[in-house]
């Protein structure tokens, strides 16, 4: 059994809060605030503007404003997916802008992280060389990484020119 205390229902819970008047069974509402302190505040206040705040407001905004830029950065980057009929040295650029676009942003990804997500976004075609990557006895450097996945593009292309 719960130690909590479980209310019976939405009345109890809402008379708890004090948003309940019990006599009348309904909801109260606000009180009013008086004409005199309306008056006194200029319009651009009780807008939700305030002037001697202008430098918090905008410093806020601009927080705001870099880190938005560093989630969209950074959806660019983790989420990127290689397609299909993509050449690969167009994805190997695609991943390395998205990369020194989170560097201009302090968002310092490691070569290991770059060269993960130039395998890890790459279309289930090249999961032979997916596998390759992943999989060795020694962790592959991001240059081995674009060396071999260059590599599997030309004898992919090899392959195809000696067919036809």
Same mark, same amino acid.
């Given at each position: 059994m719960s130690t909590y205390c479980q209310p019976q229902s939405v009345s109890t819970q809402l008379s708890q809060i004090?948003?309940?008047?019990?006599?009348?069974?309904?909801?109260?509402?606000p009180i009013k605030a008086k004409d005199k302190v309306i008056a006194s505040q200029s319009d651009q206040?009780?807008?939700?503007?305030?002037?001697?705040?202008?430098?918090?407001?905008?410093? =806020? %905004?601009?927080?705001l404003e870099c880190a938005t830029i560093k989630i969209t950065l950074q959806e660019a980057?983790?989420?990127a997916c290689h397609e299909l009929k993509e050449a690969i040295t167009l994805w190997i650029g695609r991943i390395t802008i998205a990369?020194?676009?989170l560097i201009?942003?302090?968002?310092?990804?490691?070569?290991q992280q770059i060269a993960d997500r130039l395998v890890g976004g790459l279309d289930n075609s090249w999961s032979s060389i997916?596998?390759?990557?992943?999989?060795?006895?020694?962790?592959? =450097? %991001?240059?081995?990484?674009?060396?071999?996945?260059?590599?599997?593009?030309v004898c992919l292309n090899g392959n195809k020119g000696t067919s036809d």
């Amino acid at each position: 059994m719960s130690t909590y205390c479980q209310p019976q229902s939405v009345s109890t819970q809402l008379s708890q809060i004090g948003t309940l008047d019990i006599i009348k069974g309904a909801l109260t509402r606000p009180i009013k605030a008086k004409d005199k302190v309306i008056a006194s505040q200029s319009d651009q206040y009780v807008k939700g503007f305030n002037p001697k705040d202008i430098a918090a407001n905008w410093d =806020s %905004l601009s927080d705001l404003e870099c880190a938005t830029i560093k989630i969209t950065l950074q959806e660019a980057f983790w989420n990127a997916c290689h397609e299909l009929k993509e050449a690969i040295t167009l994805w190997i650029g695609r991943i390395t802008i998205a990369a020194n676009h989170l560097i201009t942003a302090k968002q310092l990804p490691t070569d290991q992280q770059i060269a993960d997500r130039l395998v890890g976004g790459l279309d289930n075609s090249w999961s032979s060389i997916r596998d390759t990557v992943v999989y060795p006895s020694v962790e592959l =450097s %991001l240059d081995n990484t674009i060396g071999a996945l260059e590599a599997h593009f030309v004898c992919l292309n090899g392959n195809k020119g000696t067919s036809d």
